[in-house]
């Protein structure tokens, strides 16, 4: 894009898939998932050859038997119903007040009255 810093390309791979090319590098391997990480020499134009099979999947352990302090999600309805009462209360009053007001300053009300 215009006007931002283009950063280093890098293409990860899951385990058992290999890269092999003069624009690629080997940077790693990611701790969690073990998959392999490349960096693109030449993002502009490059070529790789791309070998093995594998997928990349949530390893045994991963975030569904997650124990952290995060909070769990609870499906329900939304918050706003809990004051629903109150809102509609206020609705309606507001309604009413505007009709009443609309109503005294009608012209329509009392056409020979002034």
Same mark, same amino acid.
């Given at each position: 894009?215009?006007?931002?810093? &283009?950063?280093?390309?890098?293409?990860?791979v899951?385990p058992?898939?290999?890269?092999?090319?003069? %624009? *690629? +590098?080997?940077? #790693? $391997? !990611?701790?969690?998932? +073990?998959? $392999?990480?490349? $960096?693109?020499?030449?993002?502009?134009?490059?070529?790789? %050859?791309v070998? #093995?099979?594998?997928?990349? =999947? $949530?390893?045994? #352990?991963? /975030?569904?038997?997650?124990? &952290?302090?995060? /909070? +769990?999600?609870? !499906? @329900?309805?939304? +918050?706003?119903? =809990?004051?629903?009462?109150?809102?509609?209360?206020?609705?309606?009053?507001?309604?009413?007040? @505007?009709?009443?007001?609309?109503?005294?300053?009608? /012209? *329509? =009300? &009392?056409?020979?009255?002034?």
């Amino acid at each position: 894009m215009k006007g931002m810093p &283009s950063g280093p390309l890098h293409l990860i791979v899951p385990p058992g898939v290999a890269l092999a090319g003069n %624009d *690629v +590098q080997n940077a #790693g $391997t !990611e701790p969690k998932t +073990q998959a $392999t990480i490349y $960096t693109v020499i030449a993002p502009d134009a490059f070529s790789v %050859d791309v070998s #093995g099979v594998g997928s990349l =999947r $949530t390893p045994a #352990g991963g /975030p569904a038997a997650d124990n &952290s302090d995060a /909070p +769990q999600v609870v !499906e @329900g309805p939304p +918050q706003i119903y =809990r004051h629903l009462p109150w809102l509609l209360a206020c609705t309606l009053s507001i309604l009413a007040v @505007g009709l009443i007001f609309l109503f005294r300053n009608s /012209p *329509v =009300r &009392s056409p020979y009255a002034k």
